[in-house]
């Protein structure tokens, strides 16, 4: 996989990236959410402290909001998590609690919206160890009688690149089929609103809703949010 397949994509669906700018003063993490339907597009990202919270724009349309109303973004004593869905809280409480990224995912699975059992994506990047992990969960060909638990340690960053996963790699007849393969690189920029852009303006313009970028100091840990919501 490359950044334009991933362009070339109308509906990757909810995507992650983990990485570090080119000159290495920043970790980074990107995080995306796409719709299709009333429901989904009827969000916005809103920033809490160095935490974001997916809210519904107009609360009064709002449906069902068990598997689209979630904090994808918490961070806890130098520990940087992205995911998308409540494994966010998974994670958080866990690590907390002195459990590990790995055990605590080992307790989840993928979401239970058949017939497309969309994967659970996540990832945690530790300022510490200067490593990340990323980790997807998901039915083998959309068979839930399976949960594929894979995960990805990266021991070191690379400058001016990120790993990036997603949910989906395609549609056949009218369901989602998960994503295959590891994560691949893409490129990151020294300025948070140049990497914000970059991604905004090449995702499908009718399915994209929310994007956000956090970079993080590596010197300081101070932590910058970048958002953009379709819906202002």
């Known amino acids: 996989m490359s950044a334009d397949q991933l362009f070339a994509n109308p509906y990757p669906g909810r995507t992650l990236i983990v990485g570090q700018t080119p000159s290495a003063a920043h970790y980074v993490q990107v995080y995306w959410i796409m719709g299709r ?43 940087h998590i992205v995911t998308n869905g409540d494994q966010t809280d998974t994670v958080y409480d866990g690590i907390k609690q002195g459990n590990t990224f790995i055990q605590l995912l080992m307790t989840r699975e993928f979401e239970p919206d058949a017939p497309h059992y969309t994967p659970r994506i996540s990832a945690m990047l530790d300022t510490a160890n200067q490593s990340y992990t990323l980790s997807i969960l998901k039915t083998h060909d959309n068979d839930p009688a399976v949960c594929l638990r894979q995960f990805y340690h990266y021991s070191s960053f690379k400058s001016g690149m990120g790993h990036c996963i997603h949910t989906y790699r ?56 970048e958002i953009r919501n379709k819906n202002v």
């Open 170 to 225: 395609a549609e056949e007849n009218g369901v989602l089929k998960p994503f295959v393969g590891e994560p691949f690189e893409v490129p990151l920029w020294d300025s948070i609103e140049d990497t914000a852009n970059y991604y905004w303006e090449r995702l499908h313009a009718d399915n994209k809703i929310s994007l956000l970028v956090k970079f993080i100091d590596v010197r300081t840990e101070e932590v910058h949010l």
């Open 37 to 79: 339907s009333a429901n989904s597009r009827n969000r916005v990202f809103e920033r809490e402290g160095n935490h974001v919270k997916n809210s519904a724009f107009d609360p009064t349309l709002m449906e069902d909001p068990s598997l689209i109303i979630y904090y994808p973004v918490r961070d806890w004593n130098g520990m």
